[in-house]
């Protein structure tokens, strides 16, 4: 069982910037494809990015392409979020999940327990 704890978030203005962490605790991270997901209030929890348990490949929501990007540092057993250009909308908390496989979807298995992420206009 792999514990994962985020850190990061916090109130940012429209156009600013966060970097969200992850850290893994338990099990290895090198062997999982790690997500990012969020949940804004009143609606279902969404996708937000993935990579690949080597780095290699990355996924994005329509909604972040261009602005957020995922990264891990596996001796660190740590993926990111980096955050930029920050919308009103992408408020909510951020959750870090691990998962098995790639195609056609990693099956995320184990959550943190989020981080909130605010963003005013």
């Known amino acids: 069982q792999v514990q994962l704890v985020e850190s990061g978030g916090g109130s940012v203005q429209a156009g600013g910037s966060l970097r969200l962490s992850c850290v893994a605790s338990g099990r290895t991270l090198s062997t999982y494809a790690m997500g990012w997901f969020r949940q804004a209030p009143g609606k279902e929890r969404e996708f937000v990015a993935a990579?690949?348990?080597?780095?290699?490949?990355?996924r994005y929501a329509d909604s972040v392409k261009g602005r957020f990007t995922i990264s891990r540092d596996n001796a660190k057993n740590t993926v990111y979020l980096q955050m930029n250009s920050l919308k009103p909308e992408d408020t909510g908390v951020y959750y870090c999940a691990s998962g098995d496989g790639w195609y056609p979807r990693p099956d995320f298995g184990s959550w943190g327990q989020g981080t909130q992420v605010t963003v005013s206009s």
């Open positions: 990579i690949i348990w080597s780095g290699a490949n990355t």
